[in-house]
């Protein structure tokens, strides 16, 4: 059974930090792309970043030198490290797997950024 786990969402002041962790199972995890959505209320879900398989970064422009995409293999965990948060990075962010054309999704996690 697959499972993506998000964590460590929260409320926050603008320029604050926060990591969000994804830990998953069920998955091929060293083989897939892993990846972060967010969904901001009334707004289309955007990506935010990924990281493939062999550690290729990719961002939205949005959060380009703020926000840190890492994984861990060994512990089939994603970060994203989020720095600088702004009140327009307030949204449901959603963790992905993707591998073969398939993706898998986590539950999502609120960030909320206060001004």
């Known amino acids: 059974q697959v499972q993506l786990v998000e964590s460590g969402g929260g409320l926050v002041q603008t320029g604050a930090s926060l990591k969000l962790s994804c830990t998953a199972s069920g998955i091929r995890f060293s083989m897939g792309s892993m990846g972060w959505y967010r969904q901001a209320p009334g707004k289309q879900r955007e990506s935010v970043a990924f990281?493939?398989?062999?550690?290729?970064?990719n961002y939205a422009d949005s959060v380009k030198g703020r926000f840190t995409i890492s994984r861990d293999n060994a512990n089939t965990t994603v970060y994203l490290q989020m720095n600088s948060l702004k009140p327009e990075d307030t949204a449901v962010y959603y963790c992905?797997?993707?591998?073969?054309?398939?993706?898998?999704w986590g539950q999502g996690t609120q960030v909320t950024v206060s001004s």
């Open positions: 992905y797997y993707r591998w073969n054309l398939h993706s898998d």
């Open positions: 990281i493939t398989s062999g550690g290729i970064t």
